[in-house]
């Protein structure tokens, strides 16, 4: 009686061992993360599955926002927020790890110095487009043009009247961007060459869609906007008789303009990875980047290093 028991267990458990060996190999083994994650830009209901935050620079909000959308349609176990904030607080949140990806418009070493800058080097950069600043104005100001000296006066406030730059005969109103906006540090650095003042009377928002709207509701403003966020509501002047456009930007004719970077604390993996990796790919770069008023990074002529110095790619 006891042979027989035990002749059947053996018997079942070779059946099972077969069926699994089986299995494995029709199946080539299970999928590695980094395997998993390759296949998710593609594959809607893939096996990358989790959630995560994307948080920072609100000109880059736009572009994150809608692949954001199409990526989650593909794959249907992944959740992805987005979140505006600024640079800054995009840079010390991932840093931080209280979001995945940080969003920015400026270098991580540019921003976190001093007692940060250790929380820089721990941050990996995605480099997923560019992005062109404009200055912007109420359309009734009559100027279409502005020298980098102009501009300078206007947001230092030595200039408080649009006559005295070739408009018509009303007060200039500044709406800038708070301390902590990678539009404000990329426009006081490539188009003003100096820090703005946040001067009296003034207007201080982080949100671009909001920057617009008052610019276009407000009798002689002035603020500067990233080229995603143009519209026939402003006006957005040459700088220097050059027009922010992304053909000007391209070859090194434009120089407000600078990387829209994704940071990571450390290499991402999983569903992480595999977005950065689908924001990369020629579908976004050559569809939503463009679409978007961002240029591709493959259509760059000219590179940018950290210290600001341009060089041919």
């Known amino acids: 009686m006891k042979k027989s028991v035990l002749l059947l267990i053996t018997f079942v458990l070779a059946l099972t061992l077969a069926a699994?060996?089986?299995?494995?190999?029709?199946?080539?083994?299970?999928?590695?993360?980094s395997e998993s994650a390759s296949q998710s830009a593609d594959n809607a209901g893939g096996d990358v599955s989790g959630s995560f935050i994307a948080s920072g620079s609100t000109?880059?909000?736009?572009?994150?926002?809608?692949?954001?959308?199409?990526?989650?349609?593909?794959?249907?176990?992944?959740?992805?927020?987005?979140?505006?904030?600024?640079?800054g607080a995009g840079l010390s949140q991932v840093a931080e790890g209280t979001v995945q990806i940080g969003n920015s418009d400026v270098f991580a070493e540019e921003k976190l110095k001093d007692a940060d800058a250790e929380k820089a080097k721990s941050l990996v950069d995605h480099q997923v487009a560019v992005v062109a600043m404009a200055a912007v104005t109420n359309k009734d100001v009559g100027v279409d043009n502005l020298t980098?000296?102009?501009l300078v006066s206007i947001f230092t406030g030595k200039v408080t009247n649009w006559k005295d730059v070739g408009g018509k005969d009303e007060k200039i109103v500044l709406v800038n961007r708070p301390a902590s906006s990678g539009t404000r540090a990329t426009f006081e650095k490539y188009a003003l060459g100096t820090k703005s003042q946040d001067l009296a009377g003034s207007i201080q928002e982080d949100a671009s869609g909001t920057v617009?709207?008052?610019?276009?509701?407000?009798?002689?403003?002035?603020?500067?906007?990233?080229?995603?966020?143009?519209?026939?509501?402003?006006?957005a002047v040459q700088y220097e008789g050059v027009e922010a456009s992304a053909d000007n930007v391209a070859s090194g004719k434009y120089p407000v303009w600078a990387y829209e970077h994704m940071y990571t604390k450390g290499e991402p993996e999983g569903a992480v990875?595999?977005?950065?990796?689908?924001?990369?790919?020629?579908?976004?770069?050559?569809?939503?980047v463009t679409e978007l008023g961002y240029i591709a990074i493959n259509k760059m002529q000219v590179k940018r290093d950290v210290d600001g110095n341009v060089s041919n790619k």
Not at 20 to 33: D, E, T
Not at 273 to 288: P, R
């Open 148 to 150: 980098k000296d102009q």
């Open 20 to 33: 699994c060996g089986s299995k494995n190999a029709n199946n080539g083994g299970s999928a590695s993360p």
């Open 212 to 235: 617009r709207k008052l610019v276009s509701e407000t009798p002689g403003a002035i603020g500067y906007l990233a080229l995603s966020y143009l519209d026939d509501s402003i006006k």
């Open 59 to 87: 000109a880059l909000q736009p572009l994150v926002q809608q692949v954001s959308e199409k990526y989650m349609a593909k794959n249907d176990k992944v959740s992805i927020q987005v979140q505006p904030g600024g640079s």
């Open 273 to 288: 990875k595999a977005f950065l990796d689908y924001m990369l790919s020629d579908e976004v770069q050559n569809g939503d």
